[in-house]
């Protein structure tokens, strides 16, 4: 898969799986996020390597400095079919670290192909924060990283997409269900759907959201749900496989992609 990806909030959760299945397709994927360490680590890791080099965030993004992801060419046969993990440590809440992103994701791989803007945060533990107990310091931080990062990440990756570009954002039931004790969370969440939508329609690159269900990460707090490792294809398949017509302003999930691939 000769594909440049890029991926914010990238170092754990569905971000971390999502780039290792790309990296598994054979993609060049650029990872970013808030912590650099952890950009360091999940790059070092992507690229089979033992020590720390390159890397990822906890899912918000990241501040945007020099975090050389360990590009290079993969080695020994064995991975002659994998691709390449490269890293910048990146706070989506600042569209300058994020115009610094793409250009250098755009120098070392080329025109990109598929954005992944995945960058979010949960202040306070879902199900147990109120709409109407937040704060407004809470509230705007999750807008700005949530919504407003969603927008930035997009706004600054266009003048780097390729022809045939794809930008896939996740949601969830939560963007259109009320849910107790979701707060500000489902608010970003239904936001960043809307700013999906927008660009999708004044865009030429396909943008959608797709909903991969009840996933078992730190931002849901469910134990029992299903893995970040399962739903990876689903958004493999709906950057690369899925008609443009039906992500392009729309919404996929697990159904869509069941019926597409069985």
């Not at 310091?137 to 600054?156: K, L, P, Q, S, W």
């Not at 039931?173 to 999906?196: I, T």
Request: hydrophobic content about 40%; cysteine-free.
């Amino acid at each position: 898969m000769d594909l440049t990806v890029a991926i914010t909030g990238a170092t754990s959760g569905i971000g971390r799986a999502v780039a290792e299945a790309f990296v598994d397709e054979g993609a060049f994927v650029a990872v970013s996020g808030r912590d650099g360490a952890a950009v360091d680590r999940t790059v070092a890791a992507l690229n089979g390597e033992g020590g720390e080099s390159g890397g990822g965030d906890d899912g918000a993004g990241g501040e945007g400095e020099d975090g050389d992801g360990g590009h290079g060419d993969p080695g020994g046969d064995a991975d002659a079919e994998r691709g390449t993990a490269w890293g910048d440590r990146v706070d989506v809440r600042d569209e300058f670290d994020l115009e610094r992103f793409f250009e250098r994701v755009a120098r070392e791989a080329g025109p990109v192909d598929v954005v992944f803007a995945n960058a979010g945060v949960f202040h306070g533990a879902p199900g147990e924060s109120p709409t109407d107990e937040l704060s407004y310091a809470d509230y705007d931080d999750t807008m700005r990283t949530n919504a407003r990062g969603v927008f930035a990440t997009i706004t600054e990756a266009v003048p780097h997409l390729a022809d045939d570009a794809r930008v896939v954002v996740p949601s969830g039931a939560v963007a259109a269900e009320s849910k107790p004790g979701m707060g500000a969370y489902a608010v970003s969440k239904a936001a960043a759907e809307a700013v999906a939508r927008g660009f999708a329609a004044d865009l030429d690159a396909t943008v959608g959201v797709v909903d991969p269900g009840l996933v078992a990460t730190d931002l849901t707090g469910k134990e029992r749900a299903r893995d970040p490792e399962s739903v990876a294809p689903l958004f493999v398949w709906a950057a690369t496989e899925a008609p443009a017509e039906d992500l392009n302003g729309e919404r996929l999930g697990l159904r869509e992609w069941k019926s597409a691939t069985r």
